[in-house]
Every structure is written in structure tokens, then in C-alpha cells.
């Protein structure tokens, strides 16, 4: 069974251009969560997806940062203007339901310069 | 609220010691308490469950048990390996938090040899 996508693994961008990632989740996977993880830290959750709905976006800073699941399948996150602070690994994960185990991607590690 | 406390690291251990990292939470009702590993410049990996009171999750050589009683998660090792070196999160999930994963800070292990 393939594993959690995302792409791209690295990206270097200059402060206030924007930035977009990608996601897959496994196959059938209904809830889908995007995580914000600075160096150090323990994950934040950013947005959690159920199928295509949000069910969960209080983190999100959302005068900068969007998501979107249109079909319910891979999700994109995207950084516009992006800021020195954005530097982090933005993680992926997806569950076959919302009390099951989560399963992550191998993570977008983005430096803003 | 639901939350996750697990001891500070970095903590440090000569190969084939044995390994504990204490975990507790503060949850109402029954929530799924879960292990997952991040080994340098990855992503989380999951390394074991645990569902409800008294179940033990296992996975390579690892194990937990979910203590209601004493609201506790802690992982145990009886061999630690120099590849055991990574950060380790203590996390569940419960309907109180909307399924969302609540995690604790990590716990940094260094295996020397």
C-alpha cells in the first residue's frame, strides 16, 4: 500500500513570493490534516480535512495561508506572501477516518531567506 | 481540554540499556493513545497503539500499555539499538478534541555505543 506523497521535499523561496505544496493521501483515506512542524517543536495542526469539507482550520493564519481538498483526494497548502517565520516542515498526514491512526508524508522542508 | 505530557529530554543511554520514556494524558472519555518516532530529517513514522484501557501496543521491540488508571502511556524498550536514536512523541486522539491528534513535546533519545 503506498504511503502519504508530498511534494516538493525541499524549497528555498525569498521572503513575500509564495510557495504551494502538494499532497496524496492513501487511498480511501476520508480525513486528511496538514501540520506546520518548526524545528524543535512538536507538530501544529494547520487544517483538517473531512473528504472535501474543513472541519478544523482555528490554527490556520489564514491572511496568509490557504487549502483546499476540492475532489476529496490530494489537498494543496499554499504561502502567499510567505514570511521568515514560515521556515518549518509543513507535514502531511491522512486516516482512513477521523479516530483512526494517522499516517504521515515524508514532509515539504521550506526556508524562506 | 485533552492534553499529553511526556518527559523532557534529551535523554541519553548506552546501548542494550533499557528504555523507558513516561507518558501521561488528561482526557475525558476514551481516547486512542498512540507512539510515533521521527528519526533526523524525516517524517513521523507511527510506531504503536493503543485503543482502549489495558491494550498494549507492540512494534519493534517497543511497547506500551494504556493505563487508565493511572492515565498513562509509557514506552518501554528492553534493548535500545544506536538506530533507536530519534525523537519520540507521545499523542491521542479523542471526540473530545474532534479526533485531532494532541501531542506531547517529544522526547529526544540518544543511543550511544
Known amino acids: 500500500e503506498a504511503g502519504v506523497a508530498q511534494s516538493p521535499r525541499y524549497k528555498i523561496i525569498e521572503k513575500r513570493q509564495s510557495v504551494a505544496f502538494w499532497c496524496n493521501p492513501i487511498s480511501g483515506h476520508a480525513t486528511l490534516y496538514w501540520y506546520q512542524q518548526i524545528l524543535g517543536q512538536g507538530p501544529k495542526l494547520l487544517i483538517q480535512?473531512?473528504?472535501?469539507?474543513?472541519?478544523?482550520d482555528s490554527q490556520l493564519p489564514k491572511d496568509r495561508f490557504s487549502a483546499e481538498r476540492l475532489k476529496g483526494v490530494d489537498s494543496t497548502l499554499k504561502i502567499q506572501p510567505a514570511k521568515l517565520e514560515d521556515s518549518a516542515v509543513y507535514l502531511c498526514a491522512s486516516s482512513s477516518q477521523m479516530n483512526t491512526e494517522a499516517f504521515f508524508g515524508q514532509g515539504t522542508r521550506l526556508t524562506v531567506v | 481540554g485533552n492534553s499529553v505530557t511526556q518527559m523532557e529530554g534529551p535523554v541519553t543511554l548506552s546501548e542494550e540499556a533499557f528504555l523507558t520514556i513516561n507518558c501521561t494524558y488528561t482526557a475525558t472519555g476514551y481516547p486512542s493513545l498512540f507512539w510515533y518516532v521521527q528519526y533526523p530529517g524525516e517524517g513521523l513514522q507511527l510506531l504503536l497503539k493503543?485503543?482502549?484501557a489495558d491494550d498494549k501496543g507492540s512494534n519493534k521491540g517497543f511497547e506500551a500499555t494504556y493505563r487508565k488508571e493511572t492515565t498513562s502511556f509509557h514506552l518501554e524498550k528492553g534493548s535500545v539499538q544506536v538506530s533507536d536514536s530519534a525523537v519520540y512523541f507521545c499523542a491521542l486522539k479523542g471526540a473530545e478534541s474532534n479526533y485531532q491528534l494532541i501531542w506531547g513535546a517529544g522526547t529526544k533519545l540518544i543511543i550511544k555505543p
Open positions: 493503543a485503543t482502549k
Open positions: 480535512f473531512q473528504n472535501n469539507g474543513v472541519v478544523d
